[in-house]
């Protein structure tokens, strides 16, 4: 059998990950550039926190690191992974202005959100809950009256929080912080009654102090918290291979053996909401 050149040329070509479609966006960056960056949340454990060793890790970080395999898979190389800190005020800003690829973290997914930023299909859901001192009774005798409630700025935990106030009639003071860190300093010092954000978040921040028991996170929720990953608006190309790799890791049940890692020793056990969740992200290939 003869074979041309030619014709062998282009079987490699058509055969390359890479060549099987024209890199756009995102994708094209990460093969020019050789990098990818993920941007996570330093102290917002266990969706992504800085551990013992200084390497970022995490729930989120875990699903990130297998999204990196799918750009890698694609573009058919190996590429270098760089992880780049972000705050609640200026994450996606770091996306606009390409300081970061992909926003690893807990971030919650809504309409007026999508406005600047796109999101994957959802990671996780939670809902915002309150955390205190153990011995501090204050909530429990007078509600939410006459309270010091500490939130972090910039977040929807502040949003949902400012309404429920209000439309509670309740007398609370709000105080900002910038950070998970400085709330948590702030109730320890007994500066606010009380820390609000996710309850998977709070969980997790009481798990790492030195004294978990020193901290009560309330049972009840008040809102709704669908996570998501974030990425740069009208990156199709990008997003489609970071929703393919969610989608695998639900219907392969990789998801769960994360979940027990990160969040299980919180929770004991999975909520129903969340296996539903999983059920309804399985998208087919």
């Not at 060793?53 to 995490?58: E, F, S, T, V």
């Not at 010091?148 to 949902?160: A, N, Q």
């Not at 219907?251 to 929770?267: L, M, N, Q, V």
């Given at each position: ?49 800085v551990d013992q060793d200084n390497n970022p890790a995490g729930y989120t970080i875990d699903i ?47 309409l007026s959100r999508s406005e600047i930023v796109d999101f994957t299909q959802l990671t996780f ?73 996710d309850q998977v978040v709070l969980l997790g921040l009481a798990l790492k102090e030195d004294d ?74």
């Amino acid at each position: 059998m003869r074979f041309f050149p030619g014709l062998i040329v282009l079987i490699v070509l058509l055969t390359s990950p890479a060549a099987a479609q024209e890199l756009t966006g995102t994708m094209q960056q990460i093969d020019q550039t050789g990098q990818i960056r993920l941007g996570y949340r330093v102290a917002e454990p266990p969706m992504s926190f800085v551990d013992q060793d200084n390497n970022p890790a995490g729930y989120t970080i875990d699903i990130c690191k297998g999204i990196v395999a799918g750009v890698e898979e694609q573009i058919g190389r190996d590429v270098k992974v760089e992880y780049v800190p972000v705050t609640a005020d200026d994450r996606f800003n770091a996306l606009g202005e390409n300081k970061i690829d992909i926003l690893c973290g807990s971030t919650t997914k809504t309409l007026s959100r999508s406005e600047i930023v796109d999101f994957t299909q959802l990671t996780f859901v939670t809902g915002a809950s309150l955390m205190t001192l153990k011995d501090n009774k204050k909530l429990d005798a007078t509600g939410f009256d006459g309270t010091r409630i500490g939130v972090v700025k910039s977040t929807t935990t502040e949003v949902v929080l400012r309404h429920l106030i209000q439309d509670t009639a309740t007398n609370a003071e709000i105080v900002l912080f910038d950070s998970a860190q400085e709330s948590i300093a702030a109730l320890r010092a007994k500066k606010i009654d009380a820390f609000s954000s996710d309850q998977v978040v709070l969980l997790g921040l009481a798990l790492k102090e030195d004294d978990p028991t020193t901290f009560v996170v309330k049972s009840e929720v008040f809102s709704f918290e669908p996570f998501a990953l974030a990425v740069r608006r009208n990156d199709a190309d990008f997003r489609l291979v970071a929703d393919r790799v969610i989608s695998e890791i639900y219907r392969s049940g990789k998801i769960f053996a994360i979940y027990d890692r990160w969040i299980g020793k919180c929770t004991r056990k999975r909520l129903p909401v969340f296996d539903a969740m999983v059920q309804i992200n399985a998208t087919p290939e």
